[in-house]
């Protein structure tokens, strides 16, 4: 996989929103990390939740099956079902687990981000006060607040007149003070889902030009090592 591709994987793997439809464009990425021609995902949410890929992986086929984790919570398995003359093994493999990781990582955050806020203008106003109490600039924390408002790295750059470049610049001195490492990230810890200590760590479509200066996770060398 060339480094462009797997940049694009990268990216996409942290864009969470829309939530929605995060968990089968996440898994689907996973499968082309390991390319797969189908997968399933198997989620344990009370009732155990299953999502397969379209089409659909074939009833006798043979799959690798690799355990969602996120810290110390497994949230499911996702089996990823290859051509038969393709092995997973070697750095693939590991470039596999690596991404279910993030999967496991995305599925966390999207669900706790989910849940009812209850009134919402309660909620505007308890990020507005975490806002404020960051050291960030006026402008960092107009670039934050449109991040967690749903707008795309390009959406940001229109809407207040800057470079997509600057734009990305304003982001990596924001992950610096606020000591974060993505996009996922940083909305988590303004909606309130991750605590005060950063955790090793949002857009519908992956665009060249919108990936930021560090869109990998600190975890990412584990994949090559």
């Not at 793997?13 to 189908?38: E, F, G, Q």
């Amino acid at each position: 996989m060339v480094p462009s591709e797997f940049l694009q994987i990268a990216e996409g793997l942290n864009h969470l929103d829309p939530i929605r439809t995060y968990p089968a464009r996440a898994a689907k990425l996973v499968a082309d990390l390991a390319n797969a021609t189908s997968y399933r995902v198997e989620l344990e949410q009370g009732e155990r939740a299953c999502m397969d890929s379209t089409p659909p992986p074939p009833s006798d086929g043979k799959a690798v099956s690799l355990p969602l984790r996120h810290g110390r919570q497994v949230l499911g398995t996702i089996h990823l079902f290859l051509p038969d003359n393709i092995k997973l093994e070697g750095q693939d493999l590991r470039l596999a687990r690596w991404g279910a990781r993030a999967l496991a990582r995305g599925l966390s955050y999207t669900s706790r981000m989910n849940r009812p806020t209850g009134d919402v203008r309660r909620k505007a106003q308890e990020i507005q006060n975490r806002l404020e109490r960051t050291p960030l600039t006026k402008r960092e924390k107009e670039v934050v607040a449109l991040l967690v408002g749903g707008a795309t790295t390009r959406g940001i750059a229109e809407q207040t007149r800057l470079t997509v470049a600057t734009v990305h610049t304003y982001l990596k001195r924001i992950y610096s003070k606020l000591g974060v490492h993505s996009r996922v990230e940083l909305v988590a810890r303004m909606v309130g889902t991750v605590g005060s200590t950063p955790a090793p760590e949002a857009e519908d479509n992956v665009e060249v030009d919108s990936i930021p200066e560090n869109p990998l996770p600190s975890d990412l060398g584990e994949a090559f090592n």
